[in-house]
């Protein structure tokens, strides 16, 4: 068992070498020595490029997949390193961006860097009841579940800002 820091290299291999572990570290991308969360929320944003172009009812059941998948995903990959929420989890920070960035769907290029910085804002923050959920729920369905709200609050957020802006 690790602490939620550091990664050996068998927990590494173990990662790479499932589908689901494959996943939930965002490709590789939450295996980034320092700042996972970041590098999982930036590594989103390349998918994202493709999803903007699906017709709303499409992106949202993308992302209802994308949640349900990481729920097992990143519970498989928790317990293969035996740490609930990994900080190398990241594919809960892919869903969150995504939902950050559905205002900027429509939005020029600008709402995208602005959309990541109010997703990493309420996903550090973790205002009520993002930390609350963080605290209390465990497993694949905790990993995903304060990320996919810290997404919808940076989501309204980014919406009501881009209102203001326009």
Excluded: N
Excluded at 22 to 51: E, H, K, R
Aim: with cysteine; charged share 15%; hydrophobic share 60%.
């Amino acid at each position: 068992m690790s602490d939620r820091k550091t990664l050996t290299p068998e927990q590494r291999r173990l990662l790479l070498a499932t589908p689901a572990g494959w996943l939930a570290c965002g490709f590789g991308s939450g295996l980034a020595p320092v700042a996972q969360g970041t590098f999982g929320s930036l590594a989103a944003i390349l998918p994202w490029l493709l999803l903007r172009d699906l017709a709303p009812w499409m992106y949202a059941f993308v992302l209802l997949v994308a949640f349900a998948v990481g729920v097992w995903a990143c519970d498989v990959a928790g317990r293969a390193l035996g740490v609930d929420d990994h900080r190398s989890l990241v594919w809960d920070e892919f869903v969150g961006q995504w939902i950050a960035l559905a205002p900027a769907l429509w939005a020029p290029w600008w709402a995208v860097a602005l959309g990541f910085a109010l997703f990493r804002l309420f996903d550090v923050w973790k205002p009520w009841p993002i930390g609350w959920l963080d605290r209390r729920l465990k497993g694949g369905l905790g990993v995903m579940a304060d990320d996919a709200v810290a997404g919808a609050f940076a989501a309204v957020a980014l919406a009501v800002l881009l209102r203001l802006l326009h």
